[in-house]
Each structure stands twice: as structure tokens, then as C-alpha cells.
């Protein structure tokens, strides 16, 4: 089955505690993202990765990091949490084809920064 | 002002209405659309995409766009309960796609039995 799995699914933190939010897809997916979603605000790209050791920014990467040393994993670190980067984040797995677009998306992780 | 502009709504309509979602946009380098169904708690799935101005269907959905209006629609015939979700409108600058993507903020629809 087709699936994009990202870890923890909730997450409670406080202030400037390092955490990373793992992201995996099992379909050979060269292009993966990560969004953030708020209220009012949307879907909205953080960092995105064309294929392994490429990446690049999105509308709002900063206070992320990112990584993309194997085609299947694509983490999402925050160095120093702040509670601006509450929200509810998804990551998502792309393949484009001459006439296809497949697309997946994470169940999402809802984090809290204290 | 931003990118894309999407009405939130609410939208409720009864069942079997014809539905029109509509998103504008001000940047001119949008070639790739695309339209995803949000239900809640859950992740964002693709629902329609499209490389050029004019018409795509697929089932009861029906995407246009009209770049010199940078205007596109979802229209979604036939409208069931279980459409009631939320519709995001994205684009990006290269049909490709391999590209930065930004998203409208979404319309919520419920469509009522």
C-alpha cells in the first residue's frame, strides 16, 4: 500500500528543546515536502527536496532544517523551537510523470511549543 | 496581498447541487493548477491538476482555468455528503512541478442531505 508515515503523529514541547519529525514514503518518490497548516493561513511550504541531497526552500523555512540523504526519508528538524511553530505539519511524496501527477500526503503531526 | 485568494465560506449546498470553488491569483508565472480535498484530520489528497488554460474533467469534477483572467474553478456536479470537506486550490510556477507550490487557504463545503 501506497503510504507516507510521519512520526510523532502529536508532539507537546516546550521552548528551544531540539526535536526532528520523521518522514517516510514507500513508493520511490523523488520529490518530497513539508507544509505547515494554520488557521486562516493555510497550506504552506516549508522545504522541499527534488531527490537525494537536494533541497530547497519554500515560502516559510525559517527556524527548519531539513535533510535528504536517502530517497525514501525526509525529517524535518527544529534546532530551537519557539511557539510560532505551533501547528499542524504535513509532509507529502511526489512522482510526475509525461502525463501524471501522484501525490501523498503524511497524516500529519500536530506539535504544541510551550 | 496574497498569491492566491480562496473564499473560506463556508459553502453548504443540498445534496445533488452543482458546486463551483473558485481561487485568483496575481502571479502571472502560475502554470500548473491543481485542486485537493481536505477532510478533516487527515492529510490533503490531489484531486485534479492541470497544465493549461480551458477545461480538464474527471467524473463530477470539472477544473478550469483561465490564466488572462488568473482565475481557475473546481466545479463538482452532482454534489454528495460525502464531497462535504475542504477544497484547497494550489499552483506553481513550472509545469513540472518539481517546483515551490503555494496554496489558496481553502473553502470548507458541506453538503447537507
Known amino acids: 500500500e501506497a503510504q507516507v508515515t510521519q512520526n510523532p503523529r502529536y508532539l507537546i514541547t516546550v521552548t528551544g528543546k531540539k526535536l526532528t519529525v520523521t518522514c517516510s514514503q514507500n513508493m520511490n518518490h523523488e520529490y518530497m515536502s513539508w507544509y505547515r497548516q494554520d488557521p486562516g493561513l493555510g497550506l504552506r511550504q516549508i522545504y522541499y527536496s527534488m531527490n537525494v541531497e537536494v533541497t530547497d526552500k519554500g515560502d516559510v523555512p525559517e527556524g527548519y532544517k531539513v535533510s535528504r540523504k536517502e530517497k525514501r526519508n525526509f525529517p524535518l528538524i527544529l534546532e530551537s523551537p519557539s511557539p510560532n511553530q505551533t501547528s499542524l505539519y504535513f509532509c507529502a511524496s511526489r512522482s510526475i510523470g509525461m502525463s501524471t501527477d501522484t501525490q501523498y500526503f503524511g497524516p500529519g503531526t500536530r506539535l504544541t511549543v510551550l | 496581498q496574497k498569491e492566491v485568494e480562496q473564499d473560506p465560506g463556508p459553502l453548504s449546498v443540498p445534496e445533488g447541487a452543482i458546486v463551483s470553488l473558485n481561487c485568483t491569483y496575481s502571479?502571472?508565472?502560475?502554470?500548473?493548477f491543481m485542486w485537493y480535498r481536505q477532510y478533516s484530520r487527515k492529510g490533503p489528497e490531489l484531486l485534479m491538476y492541470?497544465?493549461?488554460?480551458g477545461n480538464k474533467e474527471d467524473g463530477r469534477f470539472t477544473a478550469q482555468v483561465d490564466k488572462s483572467s488568473k482565475y481557475i474553478s473546481l466545479f463538482i456536479r452532482d454534489s454528495q455528503p460525502s464531497d462535504s470537506a475542504t477544497y484547497l486550490c494550489?499552483?506553481?510556477?513550472?509545469?513540472?512541478?518539481?517546483?515551490?507550490?503555494?496554496f489558496g487557504t481553502g473553502t470548507k463545503l458541506q453538503v447537507i442531505p
Open positions: 492541470t497544465y493549461s488554460s
Open positions: 494550489a499552483m506553481s510556477e513550472t509545469s513540472g512541478g518539481y517546483q515551490k507550490v503555494t
Open positions: 502571479n502571472s508565472a502560475f502554470q500548473y
